[in-house]
């Protein structure tokens, strides 16, 4: 969701654990919650294979335009 050239730094992330997460495979679902013009806010849900919720993360994102390439 970002503009060519521009870069990405986090303004908070927060984590809630809810289970262990073991085995072969655990997934990950990552949603937009609020996608702006220079900051978005994704949250992220992990679930073991039974497809139990083991963790939910929060994270607001900005985005920083980049340095401008020389000729």
Known sequence: NM??????????????F???GFGAHITG???????GRTTSV????VQNIEGRTIAIVTQTQMALPGKAEAD
């Open 29 to 35: 679902i990552c949603i937009p919650l609020h996608v």
């Open 3 to 16: 503009q060519p050239g521009y870069g990405t730094t986090t303004i908070e992330s927060k984590t809630n």
């Open 42 to 45: 994704w949250q992220t849900t």
């Open 18 to 20: 809810f289970a262990s």
